[in-house]
């Protein structure tokens, strides 16, 4: 730790317009078990603050349940990192915007038709 001393994360006063969350899950990637994994890395400037990689608890029926059990994750930490940056201070106008890559996903945020047909992913939410 020594030879680290002068490394350190520079953050500017308008840090907060530099905020930003990334989702990305691989559905059912791991052959034993055919559980997905999410990930999300949310920047602060130029710099990594949470990030998080790891398997899901119960095992996703399609990539967009794959994906909305990893983005229901990203959101209560961003939820967290707004509230933390306002403790320190930092004031966050906006929402934290989340970017991902999954269509059917991106149809299921914007469309609440479809949520109808969804109601199996809120209800395996719920039980956890």
Known sequence: ?????????????????????????????????????????FSLGNAAIPWSSKKQSTMALSST?????????????SIWIKQLLQDLQVVVVDSIPIYYDNISYMQLAKNPMVHARMKHICQNQEKR
């Open 65 to 77: 349940e794959a994906e909305y059990r990893g983005a229901t994750v990203a959101t209560c930490k």
């Open 1 to 41: 730790m020594s030879g680290t001393k002068d490394r350190g994360l520079l953050y500017w006063n308008d840090i907060a317009k530099q905020l930003g969350g990334y989702i990305d899950i691989d559905w059912a990637e791991d052959a034993t078990d055919r559980h997905s994994t999410s990930g999300f890395m």
